[in-house]
């Protein structure tokens, strides 16, 4: 396990002389936007037009860029809508952060999950169930213990913010009856209930979990009448999704609906370091500090918790039927994901790293001490 400290600045005549050698073979969207005074940066993403986080975040954030930067910084996004991306998330987001991570794109914003299971190994910790339900501490602890000790995982990136959309939902449906019986599914409250459950879900190690309790977890089709058409020809008993893909209206039969606040979904939205590095500096501190006053880790955090305030009250204008779990059902998942660490993690069988306990525990500790001191200012 490597654990990775601040790193030292050394400021002297050759690195200032390394810096103009760059500076001379930096992307030539950079380089020729800055003859005329103005920079043009590429924003790479996987976010669909309809997608909240798309028009809350990234153009909140890149109108406020263009703005602070008196019109002298443009963003041009590349994703979906231009057919950049959108055909696969898991190789879209790949794509995404290695072309960041090259110098080919200068900004991302991925969904770490959306990633091969081999990266982001340590991050992916939060879509452990009831690590906490609450987004801005997940986040801010998500925040410094990447910052700390996961450095590796994002080599080459200045990161802007980290954060977690704790909302995730198994969602059921009425299947059709000519298929399979037109009863209700029975409603998912605690960790057994998962036995002979078949949940599609892109959440690494959620997936896990289920398995471990013997569920089966399938990957969520990336399109819409994908997903509709696994539910409704067998293959799967429910769905975990964010809060809003549930209100697409091709998903509209799944009508039966379990919240789980704290199966996390981390995203990470930053820089490439070396151009973040040749920007002016003055717009380097701006990037880095704040959004109108605000962190963007708690900028992102705002955003999330609208998002998932408002696609709620969609579905219970829909008269749909939301079951959120109480203290002792949270408490229950939160204990098994406990001993599915330590114990899952431990077997040979498995995935024998010792720095994975380390860093769950650690998360936990951070989270529990959050907590208690929000409590107590309440």
Known sequence: MIFYGARKIIKSKAIKSLIICVSLLMPLHIASAQKNGTITLILGHNLQEDSPLLELFLKR??????????NRGKIIFQGPQDGTFGKDKKSDNANIDSLLRSGKIDIAFVNLFDTP??????????????????????????WDIA??????????LQLLSLHIDPYTMLHYGERPPIQLADSPINTILFPEDLQGRVVATNHTYFSKFINSLNGTSIDVPIF???????????????????????????????????????IGTPYYFAFNEDIFNLLPREWRKILTSSLGGKNLVDFAVEVTDHIHRTELQKLQRRNDLIIKLNAEQKHRWRNSANLYISDFFKDPKNINDEALVVIFNLMQERIIQMEKRATKTR
């Open 147 to 156: 910052n700390d000790y996961l450095r590796q995982e994002y080599q080459n």
């Open 61 to 70: 954030w890149a109108n406020y860029f263009t703005q602070v930067t008196n």
């Open 224 to 262: 819409y009448q994908e997903k509709a058409r696994i539910f409704t020809e067998g293959h799967t008993d429910a769905f975990g999704l964010n809060h809003s893909d549930i209100n697409h209206e091709q998903l509209s039969f799944l009508t039966r609906h379990t919240v789980f606040e704290g």
């Open 117 to 142: 299971e081999s990266s982001f190994f340590y991050s992916k910790l939060f879509a452990l169930p009831f690590i906490t339900s609450d987004t801005a501490i997940a986040s801010h602890v998500f």
